[in-house]
């Protein structure tokens, strides 16, 4: 079992900032479960609360480690290509 992390007043106080008006609702989810983990929670209880798998969870956590706040930004994904050129994306 993960320890909770110890976090500074200062991380506090950015990740309930971003709980409630991060840029995208995934990022606003993770900084909840680095915050709920602070707070005492397991991975597997924020797994559960959360419906994904506690692996995500271990990833959102390890990631805040080693980059902060921009470890729960939102990635790029994979999508379909468009189907306009180029040119006629711009207009």
């Known amino acids: ?32 479960a680095v915050l709920a983990h602070h707070r005492g929670l397991c991975i597997d209880q924020l797994a559960a609360a959360f419906g994904v798998h506690r692996n995500a969870v271990s990833r959102w956590l390890s990631r805040w480690q080693r980059l902060g706040l921009a470890g729960l930004a939102e990635g790029q994904h994979a999508g379909r290509p468009p189907k306009l050129p180029q040119t006629a994306q711009k207009k």
Not at 15 to 27: K, V
């Open 1 to 32: 079992m993960l320890a909770p992390l110890a976090l500074e007043a200062p991380e506090i106080e950015t990740l309930e900032a971003c709980a409630l008006r991060g840029p995208h609702p995934r990022m606003r989810r993770r900084a909840q």
